[in-house]
């Protein structure tokens, strides 16, 4: 498997391990707990991150 493909399983892998995460954090922050808010942006901004890095991998090659 060559490393584009390791790297585009990596990213939906991310995608889908970080949603229920946002789900929970945001229903903690609408708790009370707003200092969960930080880490309700910070996951999806990695994983847009991560994917505009595959394509800009992608482009180079």
């Given at each position: 498997?060559?490393?584009?493909?390791?790297?585009?399983?990596?990213?939906r892998?991310?995608?889908?391990?970080?949603?229920?995460?946002?789900?929970?954090?945001?229903?903690?922050?609408?708790?009370?707990?707003?200092?969960?808010?930080?880490l309700?942006?910070?996951?999806?901004?990695?994983?847009?991150?991560?994917?505009?890095?595959?394509?800009?991998?992608r482009?180079?090659?």
């Open positions: 498997m060559d490393i584009e493909k390791k790297a585009e399983i990596a990213g892998v991310l995608i889908w391990v970080s949603a229920p995460f946002i789900i929970i954090l945001d229903t903690l922050a609408g708790m009370g707990m707003l200092w969960i808010w930080p309700v942006f910070v996951l999806p901004v990695l994983a847009v991150l991560h994917i505009a890095a595959l394509f800009r991998k482009r180079d090659v």
